[in-house]
């Protein structure tokens, strides 16, 4: 009787640890679930959608970051400017770059309230570089704070561009949209996805 005791006693206590490291398991995995999932929440940077006839192209826009150039980029997306416009440049190995809406690497936007082309001042951060492909910055001409509704998307590492051009987002999903982009391909629709803090 002792024995069969003991025995059963050893069991329960094998059956307790079991159901013990089950539940710790179990919450260790919700907790990692969990992680996981706030991480891939909004930290307050923006997400963008860009429909094209390649393929979508989503865009994690740097609103935290360079909120000059975001709050400008994500205006003109919330107006639908981008939408029907065309990509205009593709260097092969270097970029492609769309967002003119005189469709030819000349035009600027336009600001209703002035009737006048919007320009904005150049926003450099250190730590935003062209250091890969889709990297998502602000096209300009020779003059530094003439940015204004052109960006570029790189193919591959650019750092010549580094501290001229305002890194504002990259690519994270829809590459080979990206890579198959020629010039003439559209933008159909580009909507802000999510909006951040």
Known sequence: MFKL????M????????????LACSSNFSSAMAAS?????KNTGDAIVLMETTKGPIKLLVYKTQVPLTSHNFLELVGKGFY????????????????????G????????????????IDLEIKPNLVHDSAGVLAMARSASRNSASCQFYITLAPA????????????????MDAVNAIRVGDK?????IADAGK
């Open 187 to 191: 933008m159909t629709k580009v909507t």
């Open 5 to 8: 005791n003991r025995a059963l």
């Open 10 to 21: 050893v069991a329960l206590s094998v059956v307790a640890l079991m159901v013990a490291w």
């Open 83 to 102: 939408n029907g416009l065309t990509f205009h440049r593709y260097e092969p190995g270097f970029c492609i770059q769309g967002g003119d809406p005189s």
């Open 36 to 40: 996981k999932k706030n991480a891939a």
């Open 159 to 174: 750092p010549f561009l580094d501290a001229n051009y305002c890194v504002f987002g990259k690519v994270i999903e829809g």
């Open 104 to 119: 030819n690497g000349t035009g600027n936007y336009i600001d209703p309230r002035t009737n006048k082309p919007r320009h």
